[in-house]
T-cell receptor, first 115, second 113 residues
Framework: EAGVVQSPRYKIIEKKQPVAFWCNPISGHNTLYWYLQNLGQGPELLIRYENEEAVDDSQLPKDRFSAERLKGVDSTLKIQPAELGDSAVYLC?????????????FGPGTRLTVT | KQEVTQIPAALSVPEGENLVLNCSFTDSAIYNLQWFRQDPGKGLTSLLLIQSSQREQTSGRLNASLDKSSGRSTLYIAASQPGDSATYLCAAPSQGGSEKLVFGKGTKLTVNP
């Protein structure tokens, strides 16, 4: 079974440019997460989807970040415009979902460098 | 607000040693806790998910325990190998069975041949 797929794996952009990350979750997983991980830190949740609905986006900086999950499968996370402080690893994860919390499975991440 | 702390931040051991990684959390009203492994430049690999009703979970040489009353979880690695070298992260729900996980900063383990 394929795991969580993310692309690109690496991205280098200049500040003020836009950037987008793509995630394909494990087949059958209804819940999808986007996390931000800074160097030496644990991941922090940006947004969580249940199917196509964003149910927790309280940590998403909405002035520059946006996300979508059309048809409840693939998801895209966008930053526009990027700032130097956005340099980090962006991780996507998925789970079966459910009230008791299911095991989360992570993709390899996208390492963003903003110059 | 849930806070997760992992001690030590780094650990170096000789091959073959048994070791314990510690994780503490402030909100003990959780339904489960998850341990992950992260290799350099890679994503997170799920190791174990412990439900509060289980208190303990085993996978191969790994054993994780959960003590909600004390707000602690431990990951025990038996007969460590160089291939176990990685950063180990624990994550607890922000509250109850929430799917929003709060992560510790991790313990960087180095197993020397």
């Amino acid at each position: 079974e394929a795991g969580v797929v993310q692309s690109p794996r690496y991205k280098i952009i200049e500040k003020k440019q836009p950037v987008a990350f793509w995630c394909n979750p494990i087949s059958g997983h209804n819940t999808l997460y986007w996390y931000l991980q800074n160097l030496g830190q644990g991941p922090e949740l940006l947004i969580r989807y249940e199917n196509e609905e964003a149910v927790d986006d309280s940590q998403l900086p909405k002035d520059r970040f946006s996300a979508e999950r059309l048809k409840g499968v693939d998801s895209t996370l966008k930053i526009q415009p990027a700032e130097l402080g956005d340099s980090a690893v962006y991780l996507c994860a998925s789970s079966l979902g459910g009230g008791n919390g299911y095991e989360q499975y992570f993709g390899p991440g996208t390492r963003l460098t903003v110059t | 607000k849930q806070e997760v702390t992992q001690i030590p931040a780094a650990l170096s051991v000789p091959e073959g040693e048994n070791l314990v990684l510690n994780c503490s959390f402030t909100d003990s009203a959780i339904y489960n806790l998850q341990w992950f492994r992260q290799d350099p430049g890679k994503g997170l690999t799920s190791l174990l998910l412990i439900q509060s009703s289980q208190r303990e979970q085993t996978s191969g040489r790994l054993n994780a325990s959960l003590d909600k009353s004390s707000g602690r979880s431990t990951l025990y690695i038996a007969a460590s190998q160089p291939g176990d070298s990685a950063t180990y992260l624990c994550a607890a729900p922000s509250q109850g069975g929430s799917e929003k996980l709060v992560f510790g900063k991790g313990t960087k383990l180095t197993v020397n041949p």
